[in-house]
């Protein structure tokens, strides 16, 4: 309703083709069965993030119609924290249809066989402490890679054995990272050595990985938050998706900086 109001408003020559565009930006929502869901199919031009699908805590039933919605809208979606039982059943759905899929261990990436994700000169990379971090380190990768963003990844370097971190770190700067993403379960301390030995921008993400005394990411995240290593943020507990978009953003944007000083300069 709000955007035939903004298309009369325009047409009667009350406001300008520039404040259309941006009400249409504020206003676009599409609804799924009423109130099922409200798609924002314009969020990627207003803010250069896509919308991602939360699958924890919905009936399979109602996952599956706002997905096929968002596909259908926008011919992708980007859908975390996923069952095992759900993405067989729904990877099933869409390959009958000839999407493309990419199945992490809970992250879900469906897109038509025609659309074309956007290309930057971001680069991200990515560490995880333990093999079991890795679906959430995941997270970050598959949303870093949908925002345009490069990615180099790192996996099972924990400082347990700090030979390996050591050599990952550097494997990071060869690839000349914007930001490292690093993920870490049990005590967390894995972000705060990164951001110690290099000086790339970190954005540490706690996991639940862990048993005890501080379970659950509680020691990861007090521990991360508790840093004394400068050049570190912090995101929620198992917030891989939020990572990897604000990963993305700060890499993409430096890119982009730095490619328009080169240009400058010549």
Do not use: W
Not at 14 to 30: D, F, G, M, P, W
Not at 72 to 80: E, P
Not at 212 to 233: E, H, K, P, V
């Amino acid at each position: 309703m709000e955007i035939k109001k903004i298309l009369e408003k325009l047409a009667r020559g009350e406001i300008t083709v520039a404040t259309a565009q941006q009400e249409l930006r504020l206003y676009s929502i599409e609804y799924v069965e009423n109130n099922l869901a409200k798609i924002d199919p314009l969020r990627e031009a207003r803010s250069a993030k896509p919308e991602v699908i939360l699958a924890q805590g919905k009936q399979y039933k109602d996952l599956f119609k706002i997905i096929k919605a968002t596909v259908s809208r926008k011919k992708f979606a980007v859908v975390s924290k996923v069952s095992p039982e759900y993405m067989k059943k729904i990877s099933k759905e869409f390959e009958k249809q000839e999407f493309k899929i990419y199945r992490g261990i809970n992250t879900l990436l469906i897109s038509s066989r025609q659309h074309k994700f956007p290309k930057r000169n971001g680069r991200v990379g990515v560490l995880c402490a333990g093999t079991s971090d890795i679906k959430i380190a995941e997270e970050a990768k598959i949303m870093a890679e949908v925002m345009g963003s490069k990615t180099a990844i790192e996996y099972d370097v924990g400082i347990a054995g700090i030979h390996r971190t050591i050599k990952a770190v550097a494997s990071m700067i060869k690839s000349k990272v914007h930001v490292i993403v690093v993920v870490a379960g049990m005590e967390g301390a894995l972000a705060s050595f990164v951001s110690s030995v290099t000086d790339i921008p970190v954005i540490g993400v706690p996991t639940s990985v862990g048993y005890g005394y501080g379970s659950d990411g509680i020691a990861a995240l007090a521990s991360m938050l508790q840093t004394c290593s400068m050049g570190m943020t912090v995101v929620n507990i198992d917030n891989g998706i939020g990572a990897g978009a604000f990963a993305a953003m700060v890499a993409n944007k430096m890119s982009d900086e730095s490619k328009n000083s080169d240009n400058e300069d010549l």
